[in-house]
Structure formats: C-alpha cells, structure tokens
C-alpha cells in the first residue's frame, strides 16, 4: 500500500522561528544546506582535511579549544573541523554536549554523522538522489523532493502494541534515525551505524562505583546544573517529585553562586486529589525563594479540552506525542518566554538514572536471595504508592518469574532455530490485542520483526543490567528525547534535563543497587543530596505521585466525545493497522469502566489516529 504524505498544520500558537536543520552531503562533495529555518544553529566549516557541518552546543568548549589549540572565537564547526584534522574519529571521545554533527572526510572518502552521547539533539538521515539528507526532524525529511512520503505500517502497528523492535526505524519508511550515541559511516552507497559511546560496554565487567566515588555526585550534579544554565535565563519546570526538585534546588543555589538571576519556577497543578502535589510545589519555590508561575491541568487545552489540544498539537509533530500534559507545559514554557527565559531545566532522566530496576528481583530470586528480595519490596513500598498485594505480584511474578521463565526457554533452545522463531512469533502473536493488524500483510510484518529477538533476554546476564541498556538502547528513549527537543523548538527555547548529562550517567549507571536503595528508600543519592545541602526542603519521606486517576478520567470521559466526533479510527483502519468493528467493541468496553489501562490503549488509538490523518 502506497500512502503519501501531506505536509503537517503548524503547531497553533507557535512562535516563529524554528530551530531546524537539513543538509545534502552529495558523493565527493562538501555538505550544503538545502533547507533551514531563521534562528538555526548550523555552523559550516570546510577543511582540505573535512568539511564539518554542526549543529547544537559543546560543552568546555574552552578547554576544548584549547586541547585542540584552535582560537575561542572559532565557530563550532570550526573547531570540529581542525579536531578531526589531528584526532579523526577520535575527537568524538572528546566532545561533550548535545548536538548532531557530518563530517566529510576528505582522506578517506567517507562521510560521518554522529549525534550526540545520549541523544538529546536528534538526527534522522535518508537516502536521496546524490547522497544522503540530514535533519533533527523526521518531518522535513519526509517532506522533502527525492524521499518517499510511505508511513511504516509495521512500526505504527508495533506501536500501537507499545512494542519498538527496531531503535533505528521511524514512522517514516524512508526516514531512519541515528540513536543516541551511535555515528553513521557512509562510503559510496554503503552505510553503517554503530555505537562510539557507551558508560559499560557489553561483555565487560561494569567497574561499580565505591563510596569515594559517590562522594562525586554533587559536584558532577553541579556541573551538569551550569552546563544547562549557561545558554541563558532559566526556568525550571517544578513539580513535586525529587527529581525536579532538586534541579530546582541545586540551580537556584548555583544561580546566586554565580551571580545570575534565579530561575523561574513553573508548576502545573492538578486538582485530583490523588494527583494533588499544590503544597509541595508552593511550598519548595517558598522556600527557595523563587517566582512562581503556576497553572491548572483543567486550563490547559481552554474551550477545547486538554484532550483535543494535545492531540492537535501531536497531529504536526515528526512522531505521536508521548507526554500528554504537553498543553499545559507548553503554555507556561510560552510565559517563560515572555519573561526572558531562553532555558527550560527538568527532572527528566532521575526515573531512569537514580532508580533500582524492578527486574533486580528477576536476579534475587534465581539466586534465592530472600532478604534481598525483602529489602527491595520495603523499598518499593515506602517509595512508591502501591498496595502491598500489587507490589507482591509484581515483584515475583512480572518483574521476577515470568522473566526467568522467559530467559530459560530461549535458552534452551539454540539460537537461530525455527524453534525458537516459532516460539517468538506465538508469544508476540499471543500478546497483540485483537483489533491490531487485520491486514495479513502487516501481521507478517510483524511476526517476522517479532522472530529476530532483539529484546530477547540473555540467560547467562544479569536481567537487571540488561534493563539498565534500555535507557541507553529503546527506541522510545530516543522518542521521548526527540519530542522534548520539538517541544523546546516549538516554543523557540531549549528544554534540558541535567540527570541526562554524560559525565553525571557515567557515575551513575555505575552505581549498585544497594547504594541507590540506601536506607531502603529509592532515589537514596538525591534524597541525601537534598536532605545535606537543603534540609529545609523535609522531603526524606516524599513518595512519588502518578496522575493516573486524573489521566484515566480524561481519557475516558474526553475521549469518548472526540471518539464519537472523529467516527473512529479510519485512517488507521484504512492503513490495514486496526479492526475498525473489533476496536468499536473494545472502545466501548473501555469507555464504560474505570481502567487505567485500558484509558492507556484509548490514548494510544486516538493519538496515533491523529498523527496518521493528515499524512494519507
């Protein structure tokens, strides 16, 4: 099935410019742009040695500068083109930022594009008449003469079973991305991707960080604080969880340290009860001192509805959006702007970095150790709002048995087999709803992805090491990165996430379980962090708060309206990507209960739903 593509409404409200860049890198030839917003930070520098076309932000660049011995007032791309010059792939141990660079070697003939070590500048590629087409959005590739506008059937239809077997694929057929990490050689009509950087290399033995390394965390915390908030005036998106806070609490603290203004703090709230975080949030930007901003999730979407403004909003955007407060973040973002803020700081990255994974218990149980297993559920307890018997079931049986069990049938059988793409291909099948893939064509498609095993779990490792690379290696890690890096773009400012600083995950990723449960409380680095620097906070007991409660009343109570008003989801059936009368069934099902995970799939239909409309 051909499906063209149509080009995308603007995002309503969005300031003009938009920071964006593409360029065409010809055979033989030096890299040229041929599409490019006002306000871009595209820097080109041409060498006898390379051509370097850049885009984003170094970090140190003085050192750098100075290791390299090339003058400060040097552009960016400058500065890449005499480092290659001396050090070739090399240089890209030495960079540290968030960026997207090509490099065309002219002694090697080859071309090289990396994106950063942990992706936040995006970098998507596709082939094209005379060479290769380079963006940070999937979008303007996909619109632009040469590339096919064809949507991935199997990608949308893996998503809508929140599966992402391929980290590299879009929902562009033609459009690839170039994950975090990883660099593209191109020479002649070959390409290779491979990753440049990683804090634990598989296969090796992970170097755990000891207590005199953990007395580094604030100071690596800090300088990954003054990166972010050396672009410009910063404001910081607080809600009451730890993570943010203490973003909130270290750049404020950094800020009068360095003679800046302070940040801006900027709270949605959330009336739900359960959901209900107003006195924390208040209460810490009293404390720090801080100008507040503040506004209602109930006002985010005005007349229309939160809904139907985050589904607008993701209809224009290079992939369905993830985050669905994005009205409400967007619109004080927008207030930020006009104060003179040009920086956003968040929490985002502490979920992932300063947290035990559940699959620990996967390892404990196989090793029998009980009171491992016990520290660890008194952990999760007093950390996270759940019921005992939930945290049980968990714990032994979706985070520790049915892993093993897993691991211990691919094991079994030798890799390769038909046996065991027989057994991939029943388990995928078995978990899919039954409205997904009626086209047989798509179901192949994805049975045939599902055989390779990529996710597969390897027996002889640790199941918590292993899920500590999805951080580093899921498709929908890089997803959410590229849609913090639109959201920042839409509103002509730069969104960043200091616990996704380099130097700061290295220590982290190396830190042991026991240490960051220390005193059988999660997040145990930043609640003492917190609980040293700024004891006035009292936050050694906050639990983390979820809006699940609120998420599924508006799921289920707005999406139903916009449900009916749509009439469903025909693109996505006309796709051949959903049973439009086995959905309806499902639909009403889920529009007549109150299960959050069943508001889960609405949200997904109707988002995906959404973004497909203007494209076919």
């Given at each position: 099935?051909?499906?063209?593509?149509?080009?995308?409404?603007?995002?309503?409200?969005?300031?003009?410019?938009?920071?964006?860049?593409?360029?065409?890198?010809?055979?033989?030839?030096?890299?040229?742009?041929?599409?490019?917003?006002?306000?871009?930070?595209?820097?080109?520098?041409?060498?006898?040695?390379?051509?370097?076309?850049?885009?984003?932000?170094?970090?140190d660049r003085a050192a750098l500068a100075a290791r390299l011995d090339v003058p400060m007032e040097s552009s960016d791309a400058e500065l890449i083109a005499r480092g290659w010059s001396r050090l070739g792939l090399g240089l890209l141990e030495a960079l540290s930022g968030f960026y997207a660079l090509a490099v065309l070697d002219r002694r090697s003939g080859e071309l090289i594009c990396a994106r950063d070590r942990l992706g936040v500048h995006p970098?998507?590629?596709?082939?094209?008449?005379?060479?290769?087409?380079?963006?940070?959005?999937?979008?303007?590739?996909?619109?632009?003469?040469?590339?096919?506008?064809?949507?991935?059937?199997?990608?949308?239809?893996?998503?809508?079973?929140?599966?992402?077997?391929?980290?590299?694929?879009?929902?562009?057929?033609?459009?690839?991305?170039?994950?975090?990490?990883?660099?593209?050689?191109?020479?002649?009509?070959?390409?290779?991707?491979?990753?440049?950087?990683?804090?634990?290399?598989?296969?090796?033995?992970?170097?755990?960080?000891?207590?005199?390394?953990?007395?580094?965390?604030?100071?690596?915390?800090?300088?990954?604080?003054?990166?972010?908030?050396?672009?410009?005036?910063?404001?910081?998106?607080?809600?009451?969880?730890?993570?943010?806070?203490?973003?909130?609490?270290?750049?404020?603290?950094?800020?009068?340290?360095?003679?800046?203004?302070?940040?801006?703090?900027?709270?949605?709230?959330?009336?739900?009860?359960?959901?209900?975080?107003?006195?924390?949030?208040?209460?810490?930007?009293?404390?720090?001192?801080?100008?507040?901003?503040?506004?209602?999730?109930?006002?985010?979407?005005?007349?229309?509805?939160?809904?139907?403004?985050?589904?607008?909003?993701?209809?224009?955007?290079?992939?369905?959006?993830?985050?669905?407060?994005?009205?409400g973040y967007r619109a004080m973002g927008l207030e930020a702007r006009e104060a003179g803020c040009r920086t956003i700081l968040t929490g985002g990255g502490g979920d992932e970095w300063l947290t035990v994974s559940f699959f620990l218990a996967a390892d404990l149980i196989r090793s029998l150790d009980v009171g491992g297993l016990r520290r660890l559920a008194r952990t999760v307890g007093r950390s996270y709002q759940s019921t005992r018997v939930s945290?049980?079931?968990?714990?032994?049986?979706?985070?520790?048995?049915?892993?093993?069990?897993?691991?211990?049938?691919?094991?079994?059988?030798?890799?390769?087999?038909?046996?065991?793409?027989?057994?991939?291909?029943?388990?995928?099948?078995?978990?899919?709803?039954?409205?997904?893939?009626?086209?047989?064509?798509?179901?192949?498609?994805?049975?045939?992805?599902?055989?390779?095993?990529?996710?597969?779990?390897?027996?002889?490792?640790?199941?918590?090491?292993?899920?500590?690379?999805?951080?580093?290696?899921?498709?929908?890690?890089?997803?959410?990165?590229?849609?913090?890096?639109?959201?920042?773009?839409?509103?002509?400012?730069?969104?960043?996430?200091?616990?996704?600083?380099?130097?700061?995950?290295?220590?982290?990723?190396?830190?042991?379980?026991?240490?960051?449960?220390?005193?059988?409380?999660?997040?145990?680095?930043?609640?003492?962090?917190?609980?040293?620097?700024?004891?006035?906070?009292?936050?050694?007991?906050?639990?983390?708060?979820?809006?699940?409660?609120?998420?599924?009343?508006?799921?289920?109570?707005?999406?139903?309206?916009?449900?009916?008003?749509?009439?469903?989801?025909?693109?996505?059936?006309?796709?051949?990507?959903?049973?439009?009368?086995?959905?309806?069934?499902?639909?009403?099902?889920?529009?007549?209960?109150?299960?959050?995970?069943?508001?889960?799939?609405?949200?997904?239909?109707?988002?995906?739903?959404?973004?497909?409309?203007?494209?076919?």
């Amino acid at each position: 099935m051909a499906v063209s593509v149509k080009r995308p409404a603007a995002e309503t409200q969005a300031p003009a410019p938009l920071q964006s860049w593409s360029a065409l890198c010809p055979e033989g030839g030096s890299p040229r742009l041929v599409a490019d917003y006002p306000g871009a930070t595209v820097t080109l520098a041409d060498h006898p040695s390379a051509a370097v076309l850049f885009d984003g932000v170094l970090h140190d660049r003085a050192a750098l500068a100075a290791r390299l011995d090339v003058p400060m007032e040097s552009s960016d791309a400058e500065l890449i083109a005499r480092g290659w010059s001396r050090l070739g792939l090399g240089l890209l141990e030495a960079l540290s930022g968030f960026y997207a660079l090509a490099v065309l070697d002219r002694r090697s003939g080859e071309l090289i594009c990396a994106r950063d070590r942990l992706g936040v500048h995006p970098l998507f590629y596709a082939r094209a008449q005379g060479g290769l087409l380079l963006s940070p959005s999937a979008n303007t590739l996909s619109a632009q003469p040469g590339v096919s506008g064809g949507l991935s059937r199997a990608a949308l239809a893996d998503a809508l079973c929140r599966r992402w077997p391929d980290p590299e694929q879009t929902f562009f057929e033609a459009v690839r991305r170039v994950p975090p990490g990883h660099l593209l050689r191109k020479k002649g009509t070959s390409i290779d991707c491979r990753r440049y950087w990683d804090p634990a290399p598989p296969g090796t033995e992970i170097r755990w960080a000891d207590e005199e390394e953990l007395e580094k965390f604030d100071t690596v915390l800090d300088q990954a604080v003054d990166r972010c908030m050396g672009i410009g005036p910063t404001a910081i998106y607080l809600s009451g969880g730890l993570d943010s806070i203490s973003v909130a609490a270290v750049a404020t603290d950094r800020a009068r340290k360095r003679g800046l203004n302070d940040p801006l703090a900027l709270s949605l709230l959330f009336r739900e009860p359960e959901s209900n975080e107003e006195e924390i949030q208040r209460g810490v930007a009293r404390q720090l001192g801080l100008r507040q901003l503040t506004m209602n999730i109930e006002d985010a979407g005005g007349s229309r509805g939160l809904l139907e403004s985050v589904l607008e909003i993701s209809a224009a955007r290079s992939a369905p959006v993830i985050g669905c407060w994005l009205p409400g973040y967007r619109a004080m973002g927008l207030e930020a702007r006009e104060a003179g803020c040009r920086t956003i700081l968040t929490g985002g990255g502490g979920d992932e970095w300063l947290t035990v994974s559940f699959f620990l218990a996967a390892d404990l149980i196989r090793s029998l150790d009980v009171g491992g297993l016990r520290r660890l559920a008194r952990t999760v307890g007093r950390s996270y709002q759940s019921t005992r018997v939930s945290l049980w079931r968990k714990l032994l049986w979706s985070f520790g048995a049915q892993p093993i069990l897993r691991a211990a049938v691919v094991h079994r059988v030798p890799e390769g087999s038909r046996s065991l793409a027989r057994w991939r291909r029943h388990a995928a099948r078995k978990t899919m709803p039954e409205w997904v893939a009626p086209d047989p064509e798509v179901l192949e498609q994805m049975l045939s992805r599902a055989e390779r095993g990529i996710d597969s779990p390897a027996w002889d490792r640790s199941f918590y090491h292993q899920q500590g690379r999805t951080a580093l290696d899921h498709a929908i890690v890089s997803m959410e990165m590229e849609e913090v890096f639109e959201n920042g773009r839409s509103m002509d400012m730069r969104v960043l996430m200091p616990y996704w600083d380099p130097d700061l995950i290295d220590l982290l990723y190396r830190v042991p379980p026991d240490l960051l449960n220390r005193g059988d409380r999660a997040k145990a680095l930043v609640r003492q962090t917190l609980a040293n620097r700024f004891s006035g906070l009292g936050l050694d007991r906050q639990k983390k708060v979820i809006a699940s409660r609120y998420f599924t009343a508006v799921m289920l109570g707005q999406g139903s309206r916009i449900w009916d008003r749509i009439g469903g989801p025909q693109a996505l059936a006309e796709l051949g990507l959903v049973d439009q009368a086995r959905l309806e069934e499902f639909s009403r099902r889920a529009f007549n209960s109150n299960d959050a995970r069943l508001a889960n799939r609405i949200w997904n239909v109707l988002n995906f739903e959404s973004w497909v409309r203007p494209r076919i």
